[in-house]
């Protein structure tokens, strides 16, 4: 079964700082990563999708991917607070149409 | 840019009641995807359309089908409604169907059964 891992939080990070969110995956040979930000009550927000080892960056925000340690992350810098959301990591193993296997999601709190 | 457009935006309904959920893609998008989160969940993925074929299928009920139309829209059909049904149902678009489309998620549809 696939999985992904989550730190589910709350993450406390003070505003101008850098947030740090991390995810691992089971399943090796999942191929596309994605980071989601969803407020409460609404839907998921895509802010970063990465497909090979390394950094990706936009903005202010940083996905970095290690596929040897099945390992993704997500470095948001210059937080601020309306950043606070909850981020979800998510994973497509297979190819097409595939659905996407969510962790269960990190509460960020951005702190003024 | 126009968004994912899902219809309708709240609904509520008895026990073993039948209901339908639309989803318009993004233009130009040909793949659609259904997905329910629970309160207090992540999105969990149940059917995929590509040009009007099924694609993938997750833990969708028996209860539930689906389709996707000639226009690219989409509808998910609940019959036998549960309590447990209750959730947010999202659709999510992308074009084409390769490891690497970005799904891009509409408002989503709050069902509440009775």
């Known amino acids: 079964q696939k999985e992904v891992e989550q730190n589910s939080g709350p993450l406390s990070v003070p505003e101008g700082a850098i947030a740090s969110l991390n995810c691992t995956y089971s399943?090796?040979?999942?191929?596309?990563f994605f980071w989601y930000r969803q407020y409460s009550g609404k839907s998921p927000e895509l802010i970063m999708s990465?497909?090979?080892?390394g950094d990706k960056e936009d903005g202010r925000f940083t996905a970095q991917l290690n596929k040897a340690s099945q390992y993704v992350s997500l470095l948001i810098r210059d937080s601020q607070p309306s950043d606070s959301a909850t981020y979800l990591c998510?994973?497509?193993?297979?190819?097409?149409?595939?659905?996407?296997?969510f962790g269960k999601g990190t509460h960020l709190i951005i702190q003024p | 840019a126009a968004g994912v457009i899902q219809s309708p935006r709240h609904l509520i309904k008895e026990k073993r009641e039948t209901a339908t959920l639309k989803c318009y893609p993004i233009?130009?998008?040909?793949?659609v995807y259904w997905y329910q989160q629970g309160p207090g969940q992540d999105p969990q993925f149940l059917i995929s359309?590509?040009?009007?074929?099924?694609?993938d299928k997750g833990s969708i009920p028996d209860r539930f089908s689906a389709q996707q139309f000639s226009d690219y829209h989409s509808e998910l059909n609940m019959s036998s409604l549960e309590l447990g049904d209750s959730a947010l149902y999202f659709c999510?678009?992308?074009?084409?169907?390769?490891?690497?489309?970005?799904?891009?998620f509409g408002p989503g549809t709050r069902l509440t059964v009775l």
């Open positions: 999510a678009s992308s074009s084409g169907a390769t490891a690497y489309n970005e799904q891009f």
């Open positions: 399943d090796r040979v999942s191929q596309s």
């Open positions: 990465i497909y090979s080892n």
């Open positions: 998510a994973v497509l193993s297979g190819g097409g149409a595939d659905g996407l296997t």
């Open positions: 233009p130009r998008h040909d793949t």
């Open positions: 359309f590509y040009e009007k074929m099924q694609s």
